[in-house]
């Protein structure tokens, strides 16, 4: 199985700083990687597709790079409404689907 | 537009059965695979597996097969998931979830999400 891990675990920031994130699959996966957002109490909500690709609705500041094993999330102005814990997922090792453990955003 | 909404909070006693719903609305139901992802109190995202939603055939991630039922009533778009002989490590929120790829074979992720329902197991 292909395992996924994410750095930091959590990380407090101000407002309009530039946040990175990273994922690292333990095997090639290609740009079959996804991001999500989850704010606390909520349903997870897909930001990006394909590594790299913007979901529509997504504001431009949030975005992602990557193939292969290792990938990056950006956002490049943090904003209060960002708070939240973002995941990143591979869909290569089909019929299984992975979750990295999460990354915490908070604001400093 | 594309909804999925989940039934509501459940609370059940160690040894007894749960059916989770979640009905879908603003697209052809049959046309698209559903998942089910577990999230345990303060931990990250676990997926359980999806439903061929135009054949009903399930496939079932490790660690979620015999307690666990995937079906569907279509004439309803509604998915569900039942669990059987709950224990206290059940107590999770669990989620649904629409693969938007349309594909049967290139399953690309999860969206849109059921809000969540929160099955809580206690004595």
């Known amino acids: 199985d292909i395992q996924m891990t994410q750095s930091p675990s959590s990380l407090s920031a101000s407002v309009g700083d530039r946040v990175t994130i990273t994922c690292q699959a333990s095997?090639?996966?290609?740009?079959?990687l996804n991001w999500y957002q989850q704010k606390p109490g909520k349903a997870p909500k897909l930001l990006i597709y394909?590594?790299?690709n913007l979901e529509t609705g997504v504001p431009s500041r949030f975005s992602g790079s990557g193939s292969g094993t290792d990938f990056t999330f950006t956002i490049s102005s943090l904003q209060p409404e960002d708070i939240a814990t973002y995941y990143c997922?591979?869909?290569?090792?089909?019929?299984?689907?992975?979750f990295g453990p999460g990354t915490k955003v908070d604001i400093k | 537009q594309v909804q999925l909404v989940q039934s509501g909070s459940e609370l059940k006693k160690p040894g007894a059965s749960v059916k989770v719903s979640c009905k879908a609305s603003?697209?052809?139901?049959?046309?698209?695979?559903m998942n089910w992802v577990r999230q345990a109190p303060g931990q990250g995202l676990e997926w359980m597996g999806w439903?061929?939603?135009?054949?009903?055939?399930?496939t079932y991630a490790q660690g979620f097969t015999g307690r666990f039922v995937f079906s569907l009533d279509t004439s309803v778009s509604t998915a569900y998931l039942q669990i059987s002989s709950l224990k206290a490590e059940d107590t999770a929120v669990y989620y649904c979830?629409?693969?938007?790829?349309?594909?049967?074979?290139?399953?690309?992720?999860?969206?849109?999400w059921g809000q969540g329902t929160l099955v809580t197991v206690s004595s």
């Open positions: 997922q591979q869909y290569d090792n089909l019929p299984s689907f992975t």
């Open positions: 603003g697209y052809t139901f049959t046309s698209y695979a």
């Open positions: 979830a629409r693969d938007p790829s349309g594909s049967w074979y290139s399953p690309l992720g999860f969206d849109p």
């Open positions: 394909d590594a790299s």
């Open positions: 095997q090639d996966i290609s740009n079959y």
């Open positions: 439903i061929n939603t135009n054949t009903g055939n399930p």
